[in-house]
């Protein structure tokens, strides 16, 4: 019955572009049966999911003597949690997109994005519910060379083209590293189903190379560093409602790889989680770096996806090396704050993108340094990216907070559990987190003050007020999510708790989480905001006003470009990050007391993909270019090149004997 409606939701939703094409009455017609497909598949595959996380599940065996055996789909308690927010964002932003990227005003591309959409999220879903190797990597390769076309969707500009093809060569890379994965599993256990792996069944070298290669095909799709060069490049490229879902939840199919194959493993050895852990810490700290060196709104918001996928993988980490000791109490915690921070990502990343994405169709530019005064031509949206901004740092009374809060306290867990190794990286891990935390409120200071808060920049000049209810709606709806689940996290402890035990193994690992006490800390902090609001309206009423000058440093006629950018604003930190970051400025040499005008410059690039593989892909081209001088056009000098093939391989043969 479960699986049932998530497959009629996933049909649905991957056939809700092909039923627009069928509509001939306008092409506001065709937008909103689109939607509605959108909406009705989603609505029934978050029903399928409730159910599993309720019922625990079941699964449909499909006996039609396909290649490989009979085809397996089932939806437990790990697919089904996973399924929650791929459900709610593909709604959300298949209703958002009604206003912000309408047939009428994109004739030429509304279709194929449509399309694109909806098979891309349709194989999310085939991939959360396959239990066979090979649906597994039919839905993997629909849910990836959709989502090719729906970042392509503007194909005129270069900057997209670029990055389209960045994607597409990432995704290649991590089909190929997943076809190892389920070959090397099929040689090892004989089957193509994805059921666990018997105690001893599997060799440990062999159970040791399928993590590895589980990492690095999964770790590609969720950006795991130094894996994350395809995202920030694809995530400004693509229409904002896509960046989302791919922000949201499609990075985070990635995550659920992982977890799938660990939990098809009994027993893992402690250096599975120790290089999670390892490998989360650093794409926490450097995507929140990169993050704060960020001019473009959309790329920033990108590299914070880098960063919290750096925490979902903390977490994992830390469950793993929990369970490998045989804690599983605080495996399961650990493991719960993970899975909890896959499904808040989902919800304040996608709100944070699609608050971007309006600012951005009203005032034209995503540059920081651009933007300004926002909040006073649209509170609304400026009040709901506020509420996101609020959850990705992790603060109370926001779900942001009590996912970081378990993660933190199964680190902790770790941490003093015994002394060795894998104890002292979960010690090291926290104060890093914690380190992550401070940056990314700097960070979303910074975007929230620039873009919404002081003075109207040329360029931010907003007209036509508040994007309209159909972008609203659903960032409302997730903002009120995000609070929900902040306020009380408790109503999911059932969920989490029938997650964690599918991954784990372990039906009777208990899930102990303060959520009653993490729900008291919301409803205070609620409180206070509330009092100390009445409190500065009450003076506010009984001081007198005055208007006049603020201080001006002596000069009197300040203009919007005088104020604090977004790049001053995160100048100190750069500068303190400079070691990783290696920012890259021009700047004026200043010869006289009252130089002339004069432009800075400054850009953070990608260390891995500007610094690495852009330079090695052009050493490779210039050496290819040089080998071309042996294409002749003559059949003499191909002769000459296969008779010296011949004599090199004679001679190697001969000194071999």
């Known amino acids: 019955m479960t699986t049932w409606l998530a497959l009629i939701g996933a049909t649905l939703i991957a056939a809700s572009g092909l039923l627009a094409l069928c509509v001939r009455r306008g092409p506001q017609l065709a937008d ?37 055996g009979d085809l397996r789909l089932g939806l437990d308690a790990l697919s089904a949690l996973f399924l929650l927010p791929v459900a709610v964002l593909t709604a959300a932003c298949g ?5 912000y990227f309408p047939a009428a005003a994109h004739p030429r591309e509304a279709a194929r994005l449509r399309v694109s959409f909806g098979l891309s999220s349709g194989g999310m879903i085939l991939v959360l519910l396959a239990r066979h190797s090979l649906v597994f990597l039919a839905g993997w390769e629909i ?9 392509t969707a503007d194909d005129r500009d270069a900057e997209v ?19 190892a994965l389920f070959a090397l599993h099929r040689v090892a256990t004989g089957s193509f189903d994805l059921v666990p792996i018997g105690a001893g069944a599997v060799p440990p070298a062999i159970q040791s190379a399928l993590f590895v290669l589980a990492l690095t095909g999964f770790g590609l799709k969720a950006g795991l560093v130094p894996l994350h060069y395809w995202l920030p490049p694809a995530h400004a490229a693509a229409p904002t409602h896509v960046s989302a879902l791919l922000s949201g939840v499609l990075i985070k199919v990635g995550i659920y790889g992982i977890v799938r194959v660990v939990s098809l493993v009994p027993d893992t050895p402690p250096w599975w989680g120790e290089s999670l852990l390892v490998i989360g810490v650093v794409s926490a700290v ?34 793993l090396i929990a369970r490998a000791a045989g804690h599983w109490q605080t495996a399961a915690l650990a493991l719960a704050g993970s899975l909890l921070h896959v499904a808040n990502h989902a919800l304040f990343k996608g709100l944070l993108f699609l608050g971007a994405g309006a600012v951005v169709q009203r005032t034209g530019t995503r540059s ?4 300004g005064g926002i909040a006073n031509a649209m509170p609304v949206t400026a009040l709901l990216f506020l509420v996101g901004a609020v959850s990705i740092v992790g603060l109370p009374p926001l779900n942001g907070f009590v996912s970081e809060f378990l993660v933190y306290s199964g680190l902790l867990r770790v941490a003093i559990a015994a002394d060795g190794g894998p104890w002292l990286l979960a010690a090291l891990a926290a104060p890093a987190l914690a380190l992550v935390g401070g940056l990314a409120l700097a ?20 007209e036509g007020g508040d994007a309209p209810g159909p972008m609203l709606a659903p960032m409302a709806g997730l903002a009120a999510t995000c609070a929900a689940i902040g306020i009380a996290p408790f109503a999911l402890a059932p969920a989490l708790a029938a997650a964690c035990a599918v991954a784990l193994g372990r039906p009777e690992a208990p899930l102990a989480a303060p959520f009653g006490a993490l729900s008291l800390v919301a409803l205070a902090t609620l409180a206070l905001c509330a009092l100390l609001a009445l409190a500065l309206r009450a003076r506010l009423r009984r001081a007198p006003l005055a208007a006049g000058l603020t201080w001006d440093c002596g000069y009197a006629a300040p203009s919007a470009r005088m104020q604090y950018s977004a790049s001053s604003f995160a100048e100190p930190l750069v500068r303190a990050f400079s070691f990783a970051l290696l920012p890259r400025t021009r700047a004026p040499r200043l010869a006289a007391v009252f130089p002339g005008s004069g432009a800075f410059h400054s850009e953070v690039v990608d260390a891995v993909l500007d610094r690495l593989l852009v330079p090695a892909a052009r050493a490779f081209a210039d050496a290819a270019g040089r080998l071309r001088a042996l294409q002749r056009g003559s059949v003499h000098a191909y002769l000459l090149y296969v008779w010296l093939a011949l004599f090199a391989l004679l001679a190697v043969t001969g000194m071999s004997r």
């Open 32 to 68: 909103r049966a689109a939607a509605a497909s959108l909406a009705a598949g989603a609505v029934t595959a978050l029903a399928g999911s409730v159910l599993a996380l309720w019922n625990g599940g079941d699964s449909l065996l499909f006996e039609a003597g396909f290649p490989g």
């Open 95 to 99: 209703t958002y997109a009604l206003a």
């Open 143 to 151: 849910m990836a060379i959709a989502a090719f076309f729906a970042v």
């Open 161 to 179: 083209r670029d990055a389209g093809f960045l994607y597409l060569v990432s995704t290649r890379a991590s089909t190929l590293c997943l076809v």
């Open 286 to 319: 450097l995507g929140v770096a990169f993050a704060l060196a960020q001019h473009d709104v959309k790329r920033l918001l990108a590299y914070h996806s880098v960063e919290n996928i750096g925490i979902i993988a903390i977490g994992l980490g830390a469950a």
């Open 368 to 371: 920081l340094d651009a933007l």
């Open 443 to 462: 960070s979303f200071a910074k975007v929230v003050g620039s873009v919404f808060l002081g003075a109207p920049r040329h360029a931010s000049r907003v």
